[in-house]
């Protein structure tokens, strides 16, 4: 499988939700592991958003055997895919 290509934000948001597996993490959790400030759901919460998606399309193209799913209320894990 080739390399991941990722921005800064979105290697941190695979970091945070790999060290976390197989367990999830709060929407919360995640946006206080990669901005740092606490969580308002303010414009940050669109670009966490943003990058989440953008991370999904580029584990996906690679042909990684993981996804990362989402619940609202729950928030973000890493679950493996068979292929």
């Known amino acids: 499988m080739p390399p991941l290509r990722l921005q800064k934000k979105q290697g ?3 970091e945070v939700l790999l060290r976390a597996y ?3 993490l709060s929407k919360e959790r ?3 592991a990669v901005y740092g400030d606490r969580y308002d759901g303010g ?3 669109h670009c966490l958003e943003s990058h989440i998606s953008r ?3 580029a584990i ?3 042909g990684y055997p993981i ?3 989402s619940a609202r ?3 973000y894990w890493i679950e493996e895919v068979r292929r």
């Open 30 to 32: 995640v946006h206080f």
């Open 55 to 57: 991370l999904r399309v």
């Open 22 to 24: 197989p367990n999830g």
């Open 67 to 69: 996804a990362i799913k």
């Open 60 to 62: 996906a193209d690679a």
């Open 73 to 75: 209320y729950i928030g």
């Open 43 to 45: 414009p940050h919460l």
């Open 12 to 14: 941190q948001i695979l």
